[in-house]
């Protein structure tokens, strides 16, 4: 069965954010991601998951501009010290949660700009920012989004993505592979789980329903058999990573985080899937 880690930038909105770790707890998971702690001293989230008995699997590096209208610096000309002084704050926040892995987002390609004008600066950055993530054991992870949530965000597919993980050609740097943006943006999420989580290159996993973003059990997608297909590939190549419930719950409402989680507490998604056309 995967193990699955609680958002708390979106789940449990009816509460105040350091109250989620312990509705996450009280939910049964045992661990949690969120998007950003800085807002908070490491040692009050590092208490937080010491009292709920939970780990921290993963956060995002800062995103740049505090107005919230950047998505990452990762591949912006002429903010490279920024990223590296962001990378380096998210590290120290790693170590103090005694988290093993970081997004580092890719940022937004500038109006007249394209990919292919900014790939080397991303390259490069990455390259930087790996090495240094390495000296503590650490995983940088780069996830695809879509542009119908962010637009003109650089990285959107999985194979674009995994060349640039070749490129880097850092092994403690990874792919996020967010399900809820691969089947907006490609669709046939099935067959890239069993493309991909062998290759070594995939550090963790998000779900959500598809297209609203709400739980799992509802929309285009069916998670009981995509859960299945993780187990069954998982089982072959040794994949031990989580999987992030990154979505809103349909019941914005006291207790509607808590209730959207049927879909986990059925645990109907255990069963082998059906065979493969042609396998
Ligand atoms: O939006 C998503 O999907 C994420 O996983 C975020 O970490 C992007 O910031
Ligand atoms: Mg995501």
């Known amino acids: 069965m995967p193990r699955f880690a609680a958002n708390l930038s979106m789940l449990y909105p009816e509460l105040d954010f350091l109250d989620r770790f312990e509705a996450a707890a009280r939910d049964g998971f045992r661990a949690v991601e969120y998007l950003f702690p800085y807002a908070y001293p490491a040692l009050e989230l590092a208490a937080r998951l010491r009292a709920n008995g939970l780990q921290q699997v993963l956060f995002n590096a800062p995103p740049g501009n505090p107005d919230g209208s950047e998505r990452g610096l990762a591949s912006l000309p002429g903010r490279e010290a920024e990223f590296r002084a962001g990378i380096a704050r998210a590290l120290d926040y790693a170590q103090a949660l005694d988290c093993p892995r970081i997004h580092v ?72 592979m967010d399900l809820y943006h691969c089947q907006i943006v490609e669709g ?48 072959q190549c040794g994949w031990d990573g989580w999987i992030g419930c990154e979505y809103r719950p349909r019941q914005a409402a006291a207790g509607g985080t808590s209730a959207g989680l049927d879909w986990l507490r059925s645990g109907n998604f255990q069963d082998p899937p059906a065979r493969r056309p042609g396998a």
């Open 105 to 176: 987002m890719a940022g937004l390609v500038a109006h007249g700009s394209t990919r292919d004008a900014v790939q080397a600066i991303y390259v490069q950055n990455l390259r930087w920012a790996a090495a240094e993530a390495a000296k503590s054991g650490r995983d940088l992870l780069l996830e695809p989004i879509n542009t119908r949530d962010v637009p003109r965000f650089f990285l959107n597919r999985q194979d674009h993505a995994h060349a640039v993980i070749e490129l880097v050609g850092a092994p403690n740097l990874k792919v996020q």
């Open 188 to 235: 046939d999420v099935a067959t890239k789980i069993r493309k991909y989580l062998p290759s070594g290159r995939v550090g963790h996993l998000q779900i959500a329903g598809v297209p609203e973003r709400h739980e799992p059990d509802v929309g285009e997608l069916n998670h009981a058999y995509l859960f299945a297909v993780i187990d069954e590939v998982a089982a």
